[in-house]
């Protein structure tokens, strides 16, 4: 089992990365392959998914995200597949909140989550999600950095930005504001 692998990005796609680590590419499953940057040294926690007729490797920029990709992994019905989609859209923080309150129609927005998986998740990791990852708060502005995130900017350089920002603006103009800070 691997904890993490560390190495330079050498290919992204809609769905993986490439990491070269010692002359060996590593073909790794991840959410959102446009966080890590081209030809830069990455740090990736690593999932070795091992079946009868697949071996894959899951990548995660962060421990908490890999946590919740475990937590979820054990819930009947729920393969790798299923969860990376959710990672790369819902913040693990609003993921664990909806299962936490028990909100189907934000599970159910995610692809391939129909009412039955939705219900399965609560069911099985309602009050069980107490995820504690190497990732400082960003108090409040989870939505800004999930959508500064999915433009392909860089966590570190969101949380820069952050103590800059005003939690009293609408999202539009805070991603409007962010932007201009991040382009400086």
Same mark, same amino acid.
């Given at each position: 089992?691997?904890?993490?692998i560390k190495g330079i990005?050498? $290919?992204?796609?809609?769905?993986?990365?490439?990491? $070269?680590?010692?002359?060996?590419?590593?073909?790794? =499953?991840?959410?959102? +392959? =446009?966080?890590?940057?081209?030809?830069?040294?990455?740090?990736?926690?690593?999932?070795?998914?091992?079946?009868?007729?697949?071996?894959?490797?899951?990548?995660?920029?962060?421990?908490e995200e890999k946590e919740?990709?475990?937590?979820?992994?054990?819930?009947?019905?729920?393969? +790798?597949?299923?969860?990376? +989609?959710?990672?790369?859209?819902?913040?693990?923080?609003?993921?664990?909140? /909806?299962?936490?309150?028990?909100?189907?129609?934000?599970?159910?927005? =995610? @692809?391939?989550?129909?009412?039955?998986?939705?219900?399965?998740?609560?069911? $099985?990791?309602?009050?069980?999600?107490?995820?504690?990852?190497?990732? @400082?708060?960003?108090?409040? =502005?989870?939505?800004?950095?999930?959508?500064?995130?999915?433009?392909?900017?860089?966590?570190?350089?969101?949380?820069?930005?952050? @103590?800059?920002?005003?939690?009293?603006?609408?999202?539009?103009?805070?991603?409007?504001? /962010?932007?201009?800070?991040?382009?400086?």
């Open positions: 089992m691997y904890s993490y990005v050498k $290919d992204q796609e809609s769905n993986y990365i490439v990491l $070269d680590n010692n002359g060996i590419g590593y073909h790794i =499953f991840v959410a959102n +392959p =446009f966080q890590f940057s081209l030809e830069e040294e990455a740090k990736v926690y690593i999932y070795d998914h091992i079946r009868e007729d697949e071996h894959s490797l899951y990548g995660f920029q962060t421990k919740l990709f475990l937590k979820l992994l054990n819930v009947k019905g729920v393969g +790798p597949k299923l969860i990376m +989609p959710m990672l790369a859209t819902g913040s693990v923080k609003g993921i664990v909140d /909806a299962i936490d309150r028990e909100n189907i129609l934000y599970l159910k927005k =995610f @692809p391939k989550v129909g009412e039955k998986v939705a219900r399965q998740i609560i069911l $099985d990791l309602k009050g069980k999600l107490a995820i504690t990852g190497d990732t @400082p708060a960003i108090g409040g =502005f989870d939505e800004l950095v999930s959508v500064l995130e999915g433009l392909g900017y860089k966590l570190n350089d969101i949380k820069k930005i952050l @103590p800059n920002m005003d939690g009293n603006l609408k999202i539009e103009d805070q991603v409007k504001e /962010a932007l201009k800070l991040l382009l400086k």
